[in-house]
């Protein structure tokens, strides 16, 4: 695993009102854990771009001058307005010692299930935590999707190695290729719609049926007064 250098002095004091000064200067206070003894120390902030700013994993060399450490960022805490750095804390690590850091996944590849079928790539776990002795850390968990089919999955048990302990459950999910609902083709919604489509027009038909059925109706009834009428008129004239 890559190393990032980070130049480090000592603390002479210690206090909230040494904190501020330093963080006023640029640098931010720090303290290093795992060793013989906790030491105080202050680092430059833009010393830690290439280690907090990247999604790669990297250990640390905290360069004192007189010797060299190596670590692993443990803690690192933000301003919550400024989003500068004001405090960090590391962990020596030892040669002979397992530590335990996130490492990123990459995927590498295509998958036909998603070229072809239409299917979604969904990404479950964008780092994974291991455990392993120094020189056993990967820079990074490599998995390879190009024969990944539709319903295809790569769990944690797929990507074990002698080298480092994942330290997830077997069955957690890491990526997987789904279906998407633009890949889905339904067609019996469709149908069903064409024969409400079939039934509103037999109402309409039926509607007209009525309509013709109610105009025949009031003519008779037109027909019936007329004659009504023309009675009574025939009465009329023969009382008379």
């Known amino acids: 695993m890559k190393s990032i250098e ?12 040494d904190s501020k000064s330093l963080r006023k200067t640029g640098s931010v206070p720090c303290v290093l854990y795992g060793g013989k003894e906790t ?9 830690f771009k290439d280690l907090v700013y990247t999604a790669a994993a ?16 443990q803690d ?5 307005v400024s989003d500068r750095i004001i405090h960090a804390d590391f962990y020596e690590i030892h040669d002979d010692k397992d530590i335990t850091m996130d490492i990123p996944v ?5 998958a036909p299930g998603v070229l072809n079928d239409g299917g979604m790539l969904s990404r ?27 319903g295809d999955k790569v769990t944690m048990e797929d990507i074990q190695s002698d080298k480092y302990e994942i330290l997830h459950p077997e069955n957690t999910v890491v990526c997987q290729v789904r279906t998407s609902r633009a890949s889905m083709i339904i067609e019996e919604p469709v149908l069903e719609t064409e024969g409400e ?44």
């Open 6 to 17: 980070i130049k480090s002095s000592k603390r002479e004091k210690m206090g909230k009102v």
């Open 39 to 47: 030491i105080h120390f202050s680092a430059t902030e833009i010393s």
């Open 58 to 73: 990297h250990t640390v060399t905290l360069d004192f001058g007189d010797k060299k450490i190596n670590a692993i960022l």
């Open 76 to 80: 690192i805490q933000f301003h919550p």
């Open 106 to 110: 990459i995927i590498t590849g295509s």
């Open 124 to 150: 479950n776990k964008r780092k994974i935590r291991i455990k392993a002795i120094p020189s056993n850390l990967p820079d990074s968990i490599d998995i390879d999707i190009s024969s990944m089919e539709l």
């Open 197 to 240: 489509e079939g039934v509103e027009g037999a109402e309409g038909a039926e509607g007209a049926e009525g309509a013709a059925e109610g105009a025949e109706g009031a003519e008779g009834a037109a027909e019936g007064k007329k004659d009504e009428g023309g009675k009574d008129k025939d009465s009329g004239d023969s009382k008379e």
